[in-house]
């Protein structure tokens, strides 16, 4: 058990709609990243915050945002949903910054119908 | 564009083997390079983040080096078991942008 959670851990939902996935670090971790898994893709990085604050952007989508919250909890909203957003996000945590081993939660699988 | 590449893409070994894999990226900006362990149907774990060329790291018979200038990084695996069968992944990251750039993994299946 990594001790990062993420919520829910499938979740199917028609194109167009919205939908938000939620991540709690491991006690202690400031960082939060976020990324996509594709298939037959490798890990793509979509975004980090630290302590509340965006560190580091990947190629996010423009219909994808997310944020991290005071108590360091952090959401991914993905919006006008399309076939090609099927994937599994993971959110993984660190201490710190990039120079730390990150911790993976077990994903959400999401597929859009 | 900055580009992490991993080879082998896959390695088929016989339990006890001693293997290992090499992971490109980037000489010039390094800030950290980190590696994975990332079993089917699990998350992937966190093996070990180098930031310092010259830098060798060990975890029972897992062990790392670092080499920043040329911008290459060794996974050496000794006696392999058929637990150590998963994709091993190094991803990158630059002081200029703090991305993580992960590579495509070495998968490797350790036959018992």
């Not at chain 1, 167009?16 to 202690?28: N, W």
């Not at chain 1, 945002?65 to 660190?94: I, K, M, R, T, V």
């Not at chain 2, 018979?61 to 996974?75: D, H, P």
């Not at chain 2, 703090?98 to 495509?104: D, V």
Request: a negative charge; glycine letters at 8%.
């Amino acid at each position: 058990d990594s001790g990062v959670t993420q919520t829910p851990k499938h979740l199917i939902t028609a194109t167009g709609q919205r939908v938000t996935l939620r991540c709690s670090p491991r006690s202690g971790d400031l960082s939060v990243y976020w990324y996509q898994q594709s298939l037959d893709q490798g890990l793509q990085f979509l975004i980090h915050y630290y302590n509340g604050e965006e560190r580091a952007k990947g190629n996010i989508l423009e219909r994808f945002s997310a944020q991290q919250f005071p108590d360091l909890h952090s959401e991914l909203n993905l919006s006008s949903l399309e076939l090609g957003d099927s994937a599994l996000y993971f959110c993984a945590s660190s201490v710190g910054p990039s120079n730390q081993p990150q911790h993976f939660g077990d994903g959400t699988r999401l597929s859009i119908l | 564009i900055l580009n992490v590449e991993q080879s082998p893409q896959s390695l088929h070994v016989q339990e006890g083997d001693s293997t290992n894999f090499t992971c490109s990226f980037p000489s010039s900006n390094f800030y950290a390079l980190h590696w994975y362990r990332w079993e089917t149907a699990k998350s992937p774990e966190a093996l070990f983040v180098m930031t310092l060329n010259g830098d060798e790291k060990k975890k029972g018979q897992i062990s790392a080096t670092l080499n920043t200038k040329e911008g290459y990084s060794y996974l050496y695996i000794k006696g392999s078991q058929p637990e150590d069968s998963a994709t091993y992944l190094c991803a990158f990251t630059s002081d200029s942008s703090y991305k993580l750039i992960f590579g495509s993994g070495t998968r490797l299946l350790v036959r018992p």
